[in-house]
């Protein structure tokens, strides 16, 4: 599974990292995977979607997960997040109140899409 890819949602460009059923071996793939195409998109300009269903987390996945938030803040737009959940709620409020990023969580990907479309 291409893990981390550029989609079209009514004509706006996204970049979706899809965490969705992942093992902390596979994100901590896909995040460095995922940096060359955010940064590509140019300052304040990437729409991403993060879909983190089910994923599993440890340690090591929560300190890259927050790094790779805290580096790729300077080429961000608008940021969303389906999934976060339970644990994985608790990485994303930590992660928002360290990097002072808005991310805003939803309960699954139409929603997350059309939000970030307008913005």
Known sequence: MDRVRNITHKGKSI???????????????ALPAAKPLISKAGPKSALVLTDVTNAVYNKDVAGA???????????????????????????????????????????????????????
């Open 15 to 29: 970049i979706l990292v899809d965490l969705s059923d992942s093992q902390p071996n596979d994100t901590l793939e």
């Open 65 to 119: 997960m927050k790094e790779f938030v805290s580096s790729n803040t300077p080429y961000i737009r608008a940021s969303a997040i389906v999934g976060a959940d339970g644990v994985r709620l608790v990485l994303l409020q930590t992660i928002i109140m360290i990097t002072r990023r808005e991310i805003k969580t939803f309960a699954n990907r139409e929603q997350a899409l059309e939000w970030l479309i307008n913005h």
